[in-house]
T-cell receptor
Framework: AAGVIQSPRHLIKEKRETATLKCYPI?????VYWYQQGPGQDPQFLIS???????DKGSIPDRFSAQQFSDYHSELNMSSLELGDSALYFC??????????FGPGTRLTVL | KQEVTQIPAALSVPEGENLVLNCSFT??????LQWFRQDPGKGLTSLLL?????REQTSGRLNASLDKSSGRSTLYIAASQPGDSATYLC???????????FGTGTRLKVLA
């Protein structure tokens, strides 16, 4: 079975630009989680969605927004990018309370 | 609030040694605990998942144990190989929305 798909895998942006990261969960999974991993750090939870509704929110900057669409894919929108936003962004999907399956990540570099 | 720490932060061993990596958590009311491997700049590879009702899980040379009462999990790697060099992370889902809290990681280097 196909795993979690994230696109793009790599993204380079300039400061103050906007970026959109996409996540396609495993088929029939209804929950999506987003995590941010800065250089040398452990992954930190950003936001999650269950059945297209936001279910939890972590330390996500106001410049970031996300949503889950009717086909359960999710997008993380990041505006006014800062150098400190450079990180690996992971998406994970699950069936409600079941195990989370992680995607390969999107590496965002802000110049 | 759940806090997850891992000891040691870094470990360098010669090939062939048996290793023990530790993960400690402050809230013992956990749903499950998952161990991951991460190569530099790469994604998370799931190694083992232990449900709260289980005491251990095994996969090949890897064995993970869970002691909820003492707030600890241990990842045992038998006969280590240079290919085992990576960062190992434990993660615990929180109650409610099950977002993962990750440990601080153990950076392992196995020398040939």
């Amino acid at each position: 079975a196909a795993g979690v798909i994230q696109s793009p895998r790599h993204l380079i942006k300039e400061k103050r630009e906007t970026a959109t990261l996409k996540c396609y969960p495993i088929s029939r999974h209804d929950t999506v989680y987003w995590y941010q991993q800065g250089p040398g750090q452990d992954p930190q939870f950003l936001i999650s969605f269950y059945e297209k509704m936001q279910s939890d929110k972590g330390s996500i900057p106001d410049r970031f927004s996300a949503q889950q669409f009717s086909d359960y894919h999710s997008e993380l929108n990041m505006s006014s990018l800062e150098l400190g936003d450079s990180a690996l962004y992971f998406c994970a999907s699950s069936l409600v309370t079941d195990t989370q399956y992680f995607g390969p990540g999107t590496r965002l570099t802000v110049l | 609030k759940q806090e997850v720490t891992q000891i040691p932060a870094a470990l360098s061993v010669p090939e062939g040694e048996n290793l023990v990596l530790n993960c400690s958590f402050t809230d013992s009311a956990i749903y499950n605990l998952q161990w991951f491997r991460q190569d530099p700049g790469k994604g998370l590879t799931s190694l083992l998942l232990i449900q709260s009702s289980q005491r251990e899980q095994t996969s090949g040379r890897l064995n993970a144990s869970l002691d909820k009462s003492s707030g600890r999990s241990t990842l045992y790697i038998a006969a280590s190989q240079p290919g085992d060099s990576a960062t190992y992370l434990c993660a615990i889902p929180t109650s409610g929305t099950y977002k993962y809290i990750f440990g601080t990681g153990t950076r392992l280097k196995v020398l040939a």
